[in-house]
């Protein structure tokens, strides 16, 4: 059983900063691209930010120059480290990887973790 738990999540006033990671854990073969997502009340879950597995980097537009996704390869884990927040930041945000199992080691499936909540207001 593979799983992402995330984690960093919380409250924060605007223009402070938090670091999410995500880290997967079991029995896992290789990790491809890792990507992060945020879905705000309401709204449909958007893409934030995407890291492959040789380091290419995008961002959604409007967190530009405010967020930074990295890994750790040795660690499993994705970060997004987040600066200057927003209110309309606010949403849960959810952690998505293309993971291959020992089991099955050709087959690399999407996976998502539990989410973590993300609430910037004064």
């Known amino acids: 059983q593979v799983q992402l738990v995330e984690s960093g999540g919380g409250l924060v006033q605007p223009g402070g900063s938090l670091r999410l990671s995500c880290a997967a854990s079991?029995?896992?073969?290789?990790?491809?691209?890792m990507r992060w997502y945020r879905q705000a009340p309401g709204k449909e879950r958007e893409l934030v930010a995407r890291i492959t597995i040789n380091g290419e980097i995008n961002y959604a537009d409007d967190v530009k120059g405010r967020f930074t996704i990295s890994r750790d390869g040795a660690k499993n884990t994705v970060y997004l480290q987040m600066n200057s927040l927003k209110p309309e930041d606010t949403a849960v945000y959810y952690c998505?990887?293309?993971?291959?199992?020992?089991?099955?080691?050709?087959?690399?499936?999407?996976?998502w973790g539990q989410g973590t909540l993300v609430t910037v207001s004064s």
């Open positions: 079991g029995s896992i073969f290789g990790i491809d691209r």
């Open positions: 998505n990887a293309l993971i291959a199992t020992m089991s099955r080691p050709n087959t690399y499936l999407a996976l």
